[in-house]
């Protein structure tokens, strides 16, 4: 196996090399969910799954437009709505729809197993030599070579932990429904086009846990990404 891709893709597969996982991009899977549909609790458990992997940063958006269909979702916000939609149009897609996996922003599937995603994983494979993000003291640095377009530095924060939700009406309805990094702010700090810049990230809620993507325009592909 070439040296260059073995480490991206242990992490891909989940392969528990310490090495590995240390010198391969963070590879970011984006779930689309809503606990309005009766077809998402396979991929919230595909995602919650594999989010413990070394080198795997998930994260679970609650899109809004169930809503309406008897159950309104606890953690669903238009701008993750509005974040589907752009990769509908990134990946050149006539609609959305739930659940939708999207990883590195550069492929998609629906999501509702493990070995499914790990294929979305293998053929979207974010390459080393990238753009760098660092996330450290209450700052990200992003550093690299210029960029054909900026890029735009997201902030995202999201519960680390499995919420057990009750859902009392709609396709779900009596069922509680386990949720794992639910995305709970979704924040713009600014573009990147190249060299190194450093971005202020302001304090966030106690329990949630911090992330960046520096993605390339908006339902583009991610270029680098970095938790913390």
């Known amino acids: ?38 077809s998402c609790p396979p991929a919230d ?20 437009y169930w809503d309406d269909l008897g159950w309104k979702d606890t953690f669903a916000q238009r701008k993750f709505t509005d974040r589907q939609w752009a990769y509908a149009r990134g990946l050149r897609h006539d609609n959305v729809g739930t659940p939708q996996v999207v990883v590195n922003g ?8 493990v070995p499914e995603i790990d294929g979305a994983l293998r053929r979207a494979m974010l390459p080393a030599g990238g753009p760098r993000v660092t996330l450290a003291a ?24 499995i919420e057990q939700v009750p859902i009392k009406r709609g396709e779900n309805g009596g069922r509680t429904l386990a949720i794992k990094h639910a995305v709970r702010e979704l924040t713009r700090l600014g573009t990147w086009a190249g060299g ?14 911090t992330a960046i993507l520096l993605q390339a325009g908006p339902g583009g592909p991610i270029l680098a990404a970095a938790k913390g």
């Open 138 to 161: 209450g700052n990200v640095a992003v550093s690299g070579a210029a960029v054909p377009r900026p890029a735009d530095v997201w902030l995202v924060r999201y519960d680390p932990r």
């Open 1 to 38: 196996m070439n040296s260059l891709i073995a480490p991206a893709l242990a992490a891909a597969v989940g392969l528990s090399s310490q090495a590995f996982a240390q010198s391969a991009p963070l590879q970011v899977v984006e779930l689309f969910t809503s606990q309005g549909c009766s």
């Open 196 to 209: 190194a810049k450093t971005y202020a990230v302001p304090p966030g809620p106690a329990g949630l846990e």
């Open 106 to 113: 550069r492929t998609d599937v629906v999501g509702q197993s």
């Open 45 to 64: 458990a595909a995602v919650a799954q594999i989010s413990s992997r070394p080198g795997i940063l998930a994260l679970s958006f609650g899109v809004t």
